[in-house]
Nanobody
């Protein structure tokens, strides 16, 4: 049974930082790309960042480039998202996703399993 469990969300002021984590079980973690998505109330799910199996290739949404960093520890089966300089418009539920391939884009169709999400709230 595939399980993705996110943690690390919370409330911060604008300009602050958070580090999200996602522990994966029951999935070929080291041989699949991974990604982070977010969904604000009333909006669609948006791809934030993706990382290849070995971690050498990463891709980011334009809105987070230079502020967010995705990384992974295959030995710990854990995915991370370091978020710096957070903005109020980035209030959303953040989801970890396990990819279907070795390299993935920011499309939801590239991913086959999802976590339950962790809430990030940024106050102005």
């Amino acid at each position: 049974q595939v399980q993705l469990v996110e943690s690390g969300g919370g409330s911060v002021q604008a300009g602050g930082s958070l580090r999200l984590s996602c522990v994966v079980s029951g999935y070929a973690f080291s041989s699949r790309c991974m990604g982070w998505f977010r969904q604000a109330p009333g909006k669609g799910r948006e791809g934030v960042a993706t990382i290849s199996t070995g971690g050498s290739v990463t891709s980011y949404a334009d809105s987070v480039k230079g502020r967010f960093t995705i990384s992974r520890d295959n030995a710990k089966r854990t995915l991370y998202l370091q978020m710096n300089s957070l903005k109020p418009e980035e209030n959303a539920m953040y989801y970890c996703a396990a990819g279907r391939f070795t390299h993935c884009g920011l499309r939801t169709s590239d991913y086959g399993a999802w976590g339950q999400g962790t809430q990030v709230t940024v106050s102005s």
